[in-house]
């Protein structure tokens, strides 16, 4: 409590932030804003708050007078109808991952995407993907992100997702191709292999024993070309990660995205800049 909430500090002026969804208990996020605000001598704490819809969330927010709210699993999309104004980015995404509460209620934003920006352009060392065939795994909130950052990105894309109406929704926004997550979409994931960007919930820590156990591209062998960046980062190495590693593909799990998506939510979250 103290190392990471500094909880012997807290008093009632305390401004009060968190992150919201569930589960929670592998989420690194306290540890990243709560250091954040002690490096810059700042009244103020984070905590997680566990929710099974986002309406439970923003009424216990209101209640306890908290001031912004990180969004995860699995709010990110039905949040939006609770809140009173979305800056573009998210209205594009469709996705919040951010919500603050200003004069005329809450404002929903989209960090994700500018934190997986960073984090694959520091992965792979590219700063344009025009010549990459890029695969997106899943078509949920990450997923979304992660297809308008490849937009931004320039790069070529295709969608697989166990509900291809899903991908096929964020496809068709973007101008990209999608497909079925399965082995009859073999050939076209081979055609889309240079970048690798895994955004499904599959392999996560905590979800359940099994979910964490499987590999969403159980199907597909690499074959050492792809660069593989899986959004989840508890477990460290997901058995997606373990199997692309060891065909001699170059890795990266999505530690590097929360961080980067964190130092933007600090910002508006204090008005300071994180580092
Ligand atoms: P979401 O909106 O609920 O989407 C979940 C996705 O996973 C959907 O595409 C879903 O497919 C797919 N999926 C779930 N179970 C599946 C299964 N058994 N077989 C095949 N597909 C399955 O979740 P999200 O908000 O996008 O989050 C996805 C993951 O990314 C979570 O683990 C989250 O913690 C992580 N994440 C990490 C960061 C970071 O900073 N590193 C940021 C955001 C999210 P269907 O559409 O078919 O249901």
């Known amino acids: 409590l103290q190392e990471v909430y500094n909880f012997k500090n807290i ?8 992150i919201t969804g569930s589960p929670l208990e592998t989420t690194s996020s306290p540890s990243i804003h709560n250091a954040g605000f002690r490096a810059h001598a700042m009244n103020a704490v984070y905590i997680p ?58 404002q929903g ?30 078509a949920g909130g990450a997923a979304k992100a992660a297809a308008n950052v490849v937009k931004e990105l320039k790069g070529h894309c295709c969608i697989f997702n166990r509900t291809v109406s899903r991908a096929r929704e964020i496809a068709e926004n973007y101008g990209f191709k999608y497909a079925f997550l399965g082995l009859e979409s073999l050939d076209l994931l081979e055609s889309y292999s240079d970048i690798i960007i895994q955004a499904t919930s599959i392999g996560m820590k905590n979800k359940s024993a099994s979910h964490e156990k499987e590999d969403p591209l159980g199907f597909y062998d690499f074959r050492g070309h792809e660069c593989v960046y899986d959004i989840v ?39 300071e800049d994180y580092e």
């Open 109 to 138: 934003h989209n960090t994700d995407a500018i934190g997986l920006k960073k984090a694959l352009i520091a992965f792979t060392g590219f700063k344009s993907f025009r010549r990459k065939r890029v695969a997106i795994i899943g």
């Open 233 to 271: 980062y508890e477990p460290k190495k997901t058995p997606l990660l373990q199997r692309a590693e060891k065909a001699g593909c170059k890795i990266k799990n999505g530690y590097t995205m929360l961080q980067y998506q964190a130092y933007e939510q600090f910002k508006l979250f204090t008005g």
């Open 11 to 18: 008093n009632k002026n305390t401004k009060l932030f968190g």
């Open 49 to 106: 708050i566990r929710s099974d819809s986002p309406d439970e969330a923003i009424d216990f927010a209101n209640k306890v007078g908290v001031r912004g709210l990180s969004v995860t699993f699995p709010h990110k999309e039905s949040i939006l109808q609770e809140l009173k104004q979305i800056s573009e980015k998210t209205g594009a995404i469709g996705a919040c991952n951010t919500i603050i509460h200003g004069d005329s209620g809450w």
